[in-house]
């Protein structure tokens, strides 16, 4: 345990770094007296920016932006055509981001390489797209696509009422077809 500096009190006790408006305040974990090792790791508030900025291996890894924005590995939010949004924009060579269930074992994914995306389980879990709190199309374990339904009767179910589904197009001739191909 560190002990060279303690701040001690009864009750709430805090430590204040003060600077300008323009200014940045900085925590640093240094391995060395010189060179890189200085900043090995490090926390930085810009007050410019509003940002905080956590750094390990001389490197920023992880930013959080002042609308609360938080980024992994990269500097800006790419919001791609969603416009005006929060949320964790992640970077890097292949970006995955895995939610994981403590204690289970089991996770979800998403991912990006040069030449795909993926999203997906990493065990035999559905993957289940819900609509305000229900359910409304399952990719099943086994492969396959259920809408309106969490019960397969084949590789594609559709369950509803009324219409099922509809085909529709527009300026010419439309056709549905429908093929064995084995």
Same mark, same amino acid.
């Given at each position: ?40 790791g490090y926390i930085n508030y810009d007050h410019a920016s509003n940002l905080m900025l956590f750094g390990t291996n001389e490197s920023t890894r992880l930013r959080i932006l ?7 590995? &990269?500097? $800006? #939010?790419?919001? *791609?055509?969603?416009? /005006? ?8 060579? %292949? =970006? ?8 289970? &074992?089991? $996770? #979800?994914?998403? *991912?990006?390489?040069? /030449? ?8 035999? %879990? =559905? ?56």
């Open positions: 345990q560190a002990g060279n500096v303690t701040v001690s009190g009864t009750g709430d006790v805090g430590v204040t770094l003060r600077s300008t408006n323009s200014g940045t305040n900085r925590i640093f974990f240094s391995d060395a007296t010189s060179g890189a090792g200085e900043y090995a002042s609308n609360g924005n938080v980024l992994m590995n &990269g500097s $800006s #939010f790419d919001t *791609g055509n969603f416009g /005006s949004v929060q949320g964790l924009n992640v970077f890097g060579t %292949q =970006p995955l981001v895995l939610v994981n269930e403590t204690g289970g &074992g089991t $996770s #979800f994914f998403m *991912g990006k390489t040069a /030449s795909a995306c993926y999203f997906g389980t990493s065990d035999a %879990q =559905p993957i289940n797209f819900r609509v305000s709190d229900a359910d409304k199309m399952q990719l099943d374990a086994n492969g396959n696509l259920l809408l309106g339904t969490t019960t397969a009767t084949s590789e594609f179910t559709v369950r509803g009422g009324g219409t099922v589904a509809a085909f529709e197009g527009t300026g010419g001739s439309v056709s549905l077809m429908l093929k064995d191909v084995d």
